[in-house]
């Protein structure tokens, strides 16, 4: 199935902890969107993926997300596909950095819009020792408190959609077992706060925008991350069609 051809670039954006290579020398070791991006640039799309911060704060990685785009399409707008905490990374730099003229639209792949359930119990847990250690490595922790449900309201109050930018979303839902053991504690906390949910962001959470889907399947499967037991488990899909409906979405809301 082929994917179709938009005329303006589209910029892939990873969430936390997320990366756009790991690379050793030459040789790409492993990339966030793996096959996605180059399924799209063989249909003859140009992909721009940013780096980010993995543990900065929202308004942090959107500044760097900002400059990443006036670097590398500074005259043309874009559509951005944003997953995981990069959704709040390009709203917050649409609303709060005069980027609007520069976005088309934003698709968000499991962000956690009104935050998530699961930062809260890891925040509550663990921020009284993890904090210092971050600390003393001079590593920023600030990404782990904007993406609880607190911050999350106080983020929606303040930054809002532009009326000239086309939001949509898509989430995740999975039902959790003992198949997949490592998603077992963050998907009951987040069902028994919140509901059906990916893993860690609730089908609640990442409704965003004038459409919203629902894809089934954990977390990272949503940016195709591969997974050891993937097959036996039958985990594995094709990204392929539901990213060609990523892109007939935009077509079908008038971009070319």
Avoid at 208 to 232: A, C, I, M, Q, R
């Amino acid at each position: 199935m082929s994917l179709p051809k938009l005329q303006s670039p589209l910029v892939l954006i990873h969430g936390l902890m997320g990366f756009s290579q790991l690379q050793a020398g030459n040789f790409t070791l492993a990339s966030y969107f793996p096959t996605i991006a180059e399924a799209l640039e063989r249909a003859g799309n140009r992909v721009l993926i940013p780096s980010l911060s993995p543990t900065k704060g929202v308004s942090e990685r959107a500044a760097e997300l900002r400059a990443f785009l006036l670097a590398k399409s500074p005259q043309e707008p874009v559509h951005l596909i944003a997953h995981s905490m990069g959704g709040l990374d390009a709203r917050y730099m649409i609303s709060r950095l005069g980027m609007a003229p520069g976005v088309l639209s934003l698709t968000t792949l499991g962000t956690p819009h009104r935050g998530s359930s699961f930062a809260d119990w890891g925040v509550s847990k663990f921020s009284w020792f993890a904090e210092p250690v971050f600390r003393s490595l001079s590593i920023p922790y600030e990404a782990f408190h904007d993406l609880t449900v607190a911050r999350c309201q106080k983020f929606n109050a303040e930054v809002l959609n532009d009326p000239n930018v086309r939001y949509f979303s898509i989430g995740g839902e999975f039902r959790s077992g003992f198949s997949t053991p490592e998603w077992l504690l963050p998907h009951s906390i987040v069902l028994g706060a919140e509901g059906p949910n990916d893993g860690v962001v609730s089908l609640a959470s990442a409704q965003h925008g004038e459409t919203f889907e629902v894809w089934d399947g954990d977390h990272l499967s949503l940016v195709n991350w591969p997974h050891p037991f993937g097959k036996k488990r039958g985990m594995i899909r094709d990204p392929i069609p539901r990213f060609r409906q990523i892109l007939q979405r935009l077509l079908d809301a008038g971009f070319r």
